[in-house]
C-alpha cells in the first residue's frame, strides 16, 4: 500500500496543542506515528491530493457564485450552518457540487472546521478556505461569503463578456474553414474532370487548385497522421514545465493577445487582493491566493519572486512593479500609504476590467477584416482559377 498524509490536531503530555501532516498507509498507522512523538491525537483525517484546477468542468456556469451567496443569505437570515449546507447540498444544480457541498456538510457534523471541509474539496478555489477561516475567526461568516460571491459574480461576467467577444471571430473562422474545405473536397475535383473531357490548356492557378485538392482527397491519411504527430509532439513538448512557462512569457510579446492576456492576469490578482485584504487575510497569504487566480507560468513566477521581496521587507507596490500595469501599481502605492490597500486594490481591478474590454474590442476590430480578407482571398484565387479554365475552355472551342 502507498503512504498517505493525514492532517491532525494532537496533544502533548502538558495539554499543548499542536496541529500538522503526517505521512502513514492507514489513519491508525498515523495515529501510532503521532503516539511515538509524545503526541496524543484528538482529530485525524485523510488529505485530499493537491487540486490541479480552480473549477470542475462540472459546474454549471454561475452555479458557484449563486450558492455561494444563498449560503451567505440563509447564515445572515439566523439558519445554523448544517442547515445553509444542507441545503446547498440538495439544491445546487449539478450532481458534482451538490455532492460537494454534501461532503463539506458531513465534515462539518464530524466536528470538522469549515474551512477544512472546503479544502478538503477540489471543486471550491482557495479562497473558499481562506475568507471561511477567517470569516470563522471574526464570527462574520456571513459576510465573508457575500464577498466572495460578488467576486464570484465578477469573475464570471469578465469570463462570459471575453466569450461573447470571440465568439463571432470564432463563427467566421470557422466559415472560412468550411467553406474553403467545400470548394477543395466537392468544387474543384468535379471542375477538374470537365477540363480533362474538354482537353483544354490548363492555366497555371488552376492546375495550383487541382493539385491543392488533389493533397488534401487523396492524401489526407498521411495529413491526418502528421496532425496527430504533431499534436503529440506538442503535448508532450508543452508538459514539461519549463517549455510551458517558455511558452507563456512568449505570448507576452504578442502584439495583440500579450497585452490582453496581461490585463486578464492583472485584473484576476487585484480583484483577488480586493477580496482577501479587508477579509483580514494576511499580506502574504493574500498574495498567494492572488497568484493560484493566474494561468500564465511567467507571471506566476514573477509574481512568487514579489512574495519573496515582500517577505524581505519591500512594499507591495515596489515589489510587483515589473509584473502589473503601472496604473495598478500606482493605485496599490496610494493604497499602502493611505491604509486602504482593499478599496485600491478593488478600484485597481475595476480599471483593469475595463482595460480588458478595451483589448478584446480592438482585437475583435483586427481579428475580424484579417479573417475576411484572408477568406476572400482564397474565394478570390479559387474563382480565378476557375474563370481562367472556362474562358480557356470557350476559347478553344471558337
Known sequence: ??????????????????????????????????????LWATDVWPKQPARTSRKSRGIPPGALATMTRALSALLASGITLEEALGYAGKESPGAELRDAFTAVREAVRNGRALSEAFESQRIFPPLFAALAKTGEATGTLDKA??????????????????????????????????????????????????????????????????????????????????????????????????????????????????????????ARYTR???????????????????????????????????????????SLSSSLSSVLPSLAVQLLSAGEAAGALGPLSARAADALDAEVQQSLSRAVTLIEPVLILAFGGLIGFVALGLLQAIYGMNASTM
Open 1 to 38: 500500500m502507498n503512504n498517505q498524509r493525514y492532517g491532525y490536531r494532537a496533544a502533548n503530555a502538558s495539554g499543548a496543542m499542536f496541529e500538522g501532516e503526517v505521512e502513514a498507509i492507514s489513519e491508525q498507522m498515523a495515529i501510532d506515528v503521532l503516539r511515538r512523538r509524545a
Open 145 to 266: 461569503l457575500e464577498r466572495l460571491a460578488e467576486h464570484l459574480e465578477r469573475t464570471d461576467a469578465l469570463r462570459a463578456r471575453t466569450r461573447e467577444a470571440l465568439l463571432y471571430p470564432a463563427l467566421l473562422g470557422g466559415a472560412a474553414v468550411f467553406g474553403v474545405t467545400v470548394i477543395m473536397l466537392v468544387v474543384v475535383p468535379r471542375f477538374a474532370v470537365l477540363l480533362e473531357q474538354a482537353g483544354s490548356a490548363i492555366p497555371l492557378s488552376t492546375r495550383v487548385l487541382q493539385a491543392t485538392s488533389r493533397v488534401v482527397t487523396t492524401g489526407w491519411p498521411v495529413l491526418l497522421v502528421l496532425a496527430l504527430l504533431a499534436a503529440l509532439g506538442w503535448r508532450h513538448w508543452i508538459g514539461l514545465e519549463g517549455n510551458r512557462r517558455r511558452w507563456h512569457g512568449a505570448r507576452l510579446d504578442w502584439p495583440v493577445w500579450g497585452p490582453l492576456e496581461r490585463a486578464m492576469a492583472a
Open 272 to 314: 483577488t487582493l480586493a477580496l482577501a485584504v479587508p477579509s483580514g487575510v494576511d499580506l502574504l497569504a493574500a498574495m498567494s491566493l492572488a497568484r493560484g487566480t493566474v494561468q500564465n507560468l511567467w507571471i506566476t513566477s514573477a509574481l512568487e519572486d514579489a512574495e519573496g521581496a515582500v517577505r524581505g521587507g519591500a
